[in-house]
């Protein structure tokens, strides 16, 4: 049976403890004669004991610590990878362009480090980036991979998936702070978007950082319904699009930084060279 961490701290502790209290108490006794130097002696004897063990629990606690860390982070890393599987055959299942869903993540999670995004709030971005388009499993092929415009009933099925994907996440205890992506990366700034007509600042921030990289995403590389956009009506688009669709200052800070993020979405893709312009990434 195995060894909690806290018995083996506290075992250790008493232990250590017994030792020194019996040992010190016996040297005393031996070399204190004088009651008024035995006083004295005690109390330098207690000093030393609270300063060692403080010093020895500071160890012990770090250690456990560390290793509960080392644990923590074994099971994320366990997390991502199932999550990559399921992820891989979704790209696979959409016919979208290889490395996508990774290329958005990485993207996402560099402007949102550039954005002053850290710690837990960090993660749900990845986690969130990486699963943004859940909800889409639920939706039959001839919507997701059509080669043209949907038609309005095929619309309206479509944008049920941001719906599905804040479902599905919930349902997930580690997931369930991620879901601001599947749920919200349609809403558009001036509050036109779906699925909740969100405008501004009240739409989540990482579903607005998301939402530059998704579309940059989207016109830089072909889809079963259009070809890939070129690179500089790419980024034009943006320009145009902050203020109306996309948050205008995380665009300008997407600009700013262009080259470092795209150089971090394209780590193990290429960027595709087509020339033609095309029409607008199913909504």
């Not at 036109?192 to 990482?206: D, K, N, S, V």
């Amino acid at each position: 049976m195995p060894i909690s961490p806290q018995f083996r701290t506290a075992f250790l502790y008493v232990a250590l403890a017994a030792c020194w209290i019996w040992f010190s108490d016996r040297a005393l006794a031996a070399l204190a004669r004088d009651p008024a130097q035995l006083t004295w002696a005690q109390s330098v004897k207690g000093w030393v004991f609270v300063a060692a063990t403080g010093l020895m629990l500071y160890w012990l606690i770090g250690r456990d610590i560390k290793r509960l860390a080392d644990i923590n982070r074994q099971l994320v890393e366990g997390h991502e990878q199932a999550l990559r599987v399921l992820v891989s055959a979704m790209d696979i299942r959409h016919k979208e362009t290889r490395d996508h869903s990774d290329r958005v993540m990485r993207m996402a999670v560099g402007l949102a480090r550039l954005a002053g995004v850290q710690g837990e709030a960090l993660c749900a971005v990845k986690f969130g980036a990486l699963l943004h388009d859940i909800g889409k499993l639920a939706l039959p092929d001839t919507i997701l991979i059509k080669p043209g415009k949907l038609d309005e009933a095929e619309m309206a099925q479509m944008r049920q998936h941001p719906r599905i994907g804040r479902e599905l996440l919930e349902q997930v205890d580690f997931l369930r702070s991620a879901a601001d992506i599947p749920y919200a990366h349609h809403e558009r700034w001036d509050g036109t978007g779906y699925p909740r007509g969100l405008r501004g600042e009240a739409i989540p921030l990482a579903a607005r950082i998301f939402s530059i990289v998704d579309v940059w995403d989207a016109l830089s590389f072909p889809r079963v319904y259009k070809p890939a956009w070129p690179e500089q009506e790419v980024l034009a688009y943006l320009r145009d699009a902050a203020g109306s669709q996309l948050d205008p200052h995380l665009v300008e800070l997407f600009l700013a930084h262009y080259g470092e993020l795209k150089a971090l979405g394209l780590s193990g893709s290429t960027l595709p060279a087509e020339d033609a312009p095309a029409g607008a990434a199913h909504a």
